[in-house]
């Protein structure tokens, strides 16, 4: 599972982001996919599916896409927003995402951040 959108900068900015213009259900179905990166949770959530043994290990990653456009339309177009803005909204983050989410974005024009990873492993005997 993806680490907590904390340890995520990009996610947390795109958060942000969609949920300055059109408020709090975009920005809240962004942060859904985070919602297992709590380790203790998570933990929680094993032991009580009784994989007591479970190991977990977070792995560093990190987000890359070949552009700022690639990023957005990822995110809007393919993924947990898909079919949820219009058209002109979409075309209204990508203007604004080219301020707020530029720190993202390396000397090449590719845009790399942080994306851990919880992977939990167990052993059925």
Known sequence: VW???????????????????????PARALRMPFNLGDVAELRRLLDAAGIPEAHIVTHPGEARFPSLEAWVFTE???????????????????REAQVDLAPFVTAEGEVAFSAPAHIATAIRI
């Open 3 to 25: 680490g907590s959108l904390e340890t995520s900068p990009g996610y947390v900015a795109m958060a942000g982001l969609l949920e300055r213009l059109f408020g709090d259900a």
């Open 76 to 94: 809007i177009k393919g993924w947990v927003l898909a079919g949820k803005l219009a058209d002109g909204q979409y075309a209204e983050l990508l």
